[in-house]
């Protein structure tokens, strides 16, 4: 996103959010950097609690939210809306048709040319134009999850605010929507927080991330950071599929290697170890099953027996149990 500025979106220090049933944010520091900032965590982690409190639906108990991108827009007086937020629960307006939700948020005359244009394509975009005049309750689910994320891209805010975008929508159309979404925002130098448990959009399209488990921070950085050099076995599980080792296993599997990243464990993704048939080699395939782009393993070196992700590569010999292989690792060490 070249145009958005890639700047402090929030800075959150010790924020704690107690009700009488309980507490459902303890303690929460971090920074939420733009163009796109992503809120991750299993379901009941506090993702949804978290945006409330962003938005100002909410107030924290205890600690501090300092939303920048507001500071900012006070200063330029530019009248630009600093924030738009599309909840889990949509808030379509009952009684507004489709396109009437696109036409009362737009920040320019709804009859100019070019509001009417915007609408236009925000409708084609997120396939809407043949529902324009039907109100949510003539909605499906994804319908309806689309509608609410076109209303949001058409008030152009400074900041957009999204529980779990596109859940909804089946997975084969999915990747479409994101990525006429990124277009938009783009082109209104909008910033996106989102929250989500699926890592995929995650990695394509978001560059900060805050993880939360159980109420409290568990990291805050960029997205390449978690990736490649998470600090932790749990929070490696946050991107999807890898490979662990704790500092004491690392020896034995790689020889000559003593510490993973910065003295700890070691994470390797199914793309950044290759499994390689070796006659004679001293590691052995106890077990393989092939999971669509991806081989699980389970393999054994002396007496240590540990499961194994690797990507699968088209034109790489079928792996069987049985089989005596060399890790190879991305960077060139073999084990």
Request: hydrophobic share 45%; aromatic share 6%.
């Amino acid at each position: 996103m070249a145009s958005a500025d890639r700047s402090i979106l929030w800075v959150l220090e010790n924020v704690a959010w107690s009700e009488a049933a309980g507490w459902r944010l303890r303690r929460v520091s971090g920074t939420l950097v733009g163009p796109v900032a992503a809120v991750m965590g299993a379901s009941g982690a506090g993702k949804s609690s978290l945006l409330e409190l962003l938005v100002e639906f909410a107030v924290p108990t205890a600690g501090r939210i300092e939303h920048r991108r507001r500071e900012a827009n006070r200063k330029r007086r530019d009248g630009r809306v600093p924030l738009f937020w599309v909840p889990q629960q949509l808030a379509l307006w009952p009684q507004f048709t489709v396109e009437e939700q696109l036409r009362l948020v737009q920040p320019v005359e709804a009859g100019s040319a070019r509001a009417a244009a915007r609408r236009e394509r925000l409708l084609e975009i997120f396939e809407l134009t043949s529902l324009r005049n039907a109100r949510p309750e003539a909605l499906s689910g994804g319908e309806a999850a689309r509608a609410a994320l076109a209303r949001g891209v058409a008030a152009e805010p400074e900041v957009l605010v999204v529980d779990e975008p596109l859940v909804n929508v089946a997975p084969v159309a999915r990747e479409r929507y994101w990525a006429g979404l990124m277009t938009l925002l783009e082109e209104s130098g909008t910033a996106l927080v989102f929250a989500s448990h699926d890592p995929d959009p995650v990695l394509r399209y978001a560059d900060h991330v805050l993880c939360l488990d159980d109420g409290t921070s568990a990291f805050a950085g960029t997205v390449q950071e978690l990736y490649h050099r998470p600090p932790t076995r749990h929070l490696a599980g946050f991107l999807g599929a890898f490979n662990w080792w704790e500092p004491w296993e690392i020896p034995h599997w790689f020889p000559g290697e003593a510490a993973g990243h910065n003295g700890g464990g070691l994470c390797l993704r199914p793309e950044q170890l290759d499994v390689q048939a070796c006659p004679g080699a001293d590691v052995l395939i106890l077990a393989v099953r092939a999971v669509g782009g991806l081989w699980h393993l389970t393999v054994r070196r002396g007496t240590a027996t540990r499961a194994l992700v690797v990507a699968r590569h088209p034109r790489q010999p079928a792996l069987a149990a049985g089989m005596t292989v060399e890790l190879i690792r991305a960077d060139g060490g073999a084990a």
